[in-house]
C-alpha cells in the first residue's frame, strides 16, 4: 500500500507558465516533506522541503504548499523553464529519518 | 566541494552472482543510505548507516547488506543475485543521522546494475 503518491505521471506546460506538482500522504504522523527533481542518469537533487509546522515555504521560483488536514503537498514552479524539464520526486519522512519516495512525476516545459 | 560519488557507475552481472557497490559521501557527511529505483516500484529505501552503525533499515531480504567505514564510506553488498535486481542503486549522504529533522539528504548518481 502505498503511503505516498503522485497520481500524475506527466504534467506539460508551456514556458514562462506555472507547473503544480501534487503528491498526496496516508500517514498524519509524518513530520517532514521534501522535492527532488531527478534527470536521466543523475541521483535526485534536493529542491526544497518543509516541516509539518509550516504550511508554505518559497525559494525563488519553487513554493512547497503543506495541507495537512488534507494530507496533500504541492510543488509550484513560477515562472516555468524549459531547464525544469525533469522528474519531481515528493518524499515524507518520520523521525526515523526514512524518506519515502513518490512514483515520481515528469515535467515536460515547452519553450 | 565534491559531492556524493558512486562507483561503479554500471554492472553487468549474472544471477547467483555476488556483487558489491560503492559510495563515497560528501566530505564531512557522517550519514549514508542507500535506496533501490525500479520502474515498478520506484525509489526504495534500503538502509541508512550512521557512525558505521545500521541505523534503520527497509522491507528487502537478507541478501542485501552493508557496511560503512571510519571515513563514513559505504559499500552495499547483494548476494545470490536474481533478475529482479536490476535496478538503479543509489546512495545518499547527510551531515548528521537523518533522524535529524530538517536533515536533508544529498544523492549520488547512482550504479545501474543488470542481472543477466
Known amino acids: 500500500d502505498q503511503q505516498v503518491k503522485q497520481n500524475s505521471p506527466s504534467l506539460s506546460v508551456q514556458e514562462g507558465r506555472i507547473s503544480i506538482l501534487n503528491c498526496d500522504y496516508t500517514?498524519?504522523?509524518?513530520?517532514?516533506f521534501l522535492w527532488y527533481k531527478k534527470y536521466p542518469a543523475e541521483g535526485p537533487t534536493f529542491l526544497i522541503s518543509?516541516?509539518?509546522?509550516?504550511d508554505k515555504n518559497e525559494d525563488g521560483r519553487f513554493t512547497v504548499f503543506l495541507n495537512k488536514s488534507a494530507k496533500h503537498l504541492s510543488l509550484h514552479i513560477v515562472p516555468s523553464q524549459p531547464g525544469d524539464s525533469a522528474v519531481y520526486f515528493c518524499?515524507?519522512?518520520?523521525?526515523?529519518?526514512?524518506?519515502?519516495f513518490g512514483q515520481g512525476t515528469t515535467l515536460q516545459v515547452k519553450p | 566541494k565534491a559531492g556524493v560519488t558512486q562507483t561503479p557507475r554500471y554492472l553487468i552481472k549474472t544471477r547467483g552472482q555476488q556483487v558489491t557497490l560503492s559510495c563515497s559521501p560528501i566530505?564531512?557527511?557522517?550519514?549514508v543510505s542507500w535506496y533501490q529505483q525500479t520502474p515498478g516500484q520506484g525509489l526504495q529505501f534500503l538502509f541508512e548507516?550512521?557512525?558505521?552503525?545500521?541505523?534503520n533499515k527497509g522491507n528487502f531480504p537478507g541478501r542485501f547488506s552493508g557496511r560503512q567505514f571510519s571515513n563514513s564510506r559505504s559499500e552495499m553488498n547483494v548476494s545470490t543475485l536474481e533478475l529482479g535486481d536490476s535496478a538503479l542503486y543509489l546512495c545518499?549522504?547527510?551531515?548528521?543521522?537523518?533522524?535529524?529533522?530538517?536533515?536533508?539528504?544529498?544523492f549520488g548518481p547512482g550504479t545501474r546494475l543488470l542481472v543477466l
Open positions: 545518499a549522504s547527510s551531515l548528521v543521522s537523518t533522524a535529524v529533522l530538517g536533515e536533508t539528504q544529498y
Open positions: 500517514n498524519s504522523m509524518f513530520d517532514y
Open positions: 518543509i516541516s509539518s509546522i509550516k
Open positions: 518524499a515524507v519522512s518520520l523521525n526515523t529519518g526514512k524518506l519515502i
Open positions: 566530505s564531512g557527511h557522517r550519514s
Open positions: 548507516y550512521f557512525s558505521e552503525t545500521q541505523r
